[in-house]
């Protein structure tokens, strides 16, 4: 067997840098997208650039960030399935390299041979210990920010953004017209 073991770097790291990135790119959106909705802080004006935003692009500005949740979620399931699939490769073609390299050193065809049993036996037993632990990990990771971005852009698409009320201007009646009483 080969002195790297690809079993322990399996459970090290199941997602790689890029796909962090675009995980934690997903988890900030939708903290804000929380925060916007549930805290109610959405912004009716920016000082700085001297814009304000009415109703309609409060709600534009909700719709936009749910849009970009949902582009990091797919992102995301799409790095996350790419890397399941490389595992796979990986996996296999290790466990090849070391049966190969397993049957080159016993100088015998290792088919139906004690050695060949165990080194089988080895590798499921690696295998049954580590693949359990890694698909636990794996869906914490990939199961919590994606429930967390369905919530936030549920709370965004369903959020009512606060109608802009102009008030009415005061019609103040001169002091000397008369108004009779209201017959009852």
Do not use: C
């Amino acid at each position: 067997m080969s002195d790297n073991n690809h079993f322990s770097d399996r459970l090290r790291e199941p997602l790689n840098e890029t796909t962090r990135k675009v995980r934690r790119n997903l988890m900030a959106a939708s903290v804000i997208g929380v925060v916007l909705t549930k805290v109610g802080l959405v912004p009716s004006k920016i000082s700085a650039f001297g814009v304000e935003f009415t109703s309609a692009n409060q709600q534009a500005l909700m719709t936009l960030l749910a849009a970009a949740i949902g582009y990091f979620a797919i992102s995301f399931l799409v790095y996350v399935y790419s890397e399941l699939t490389a595992w796979q490769i990986v996996l296999t073609s290790k466990e090849l390299e070391d049966f190969k390299e397993a049957s080159k050193n016993s100088g015998a065809r290792m088919f139906g041979t004690a050695e060949d049993d165990k080194f089988r036996d080895h590798i499921k037993h690696i295998h049954f210990k580590s693949k359990p632990t890694f698909y636990l990990r794996l869906m914490v990771e990939l199961l919590i920010p994606l429930v967390f971005a369905a919530y936030s852009v549920v709370s965004l698409i369903n959020t009512e953004t606060p109608k802009t009320v102009h008030p009415k201007p005061v019609v103040q009646k001169p002091a000397n017209t008369y108004e009779p009483p209201a017959s009852q």
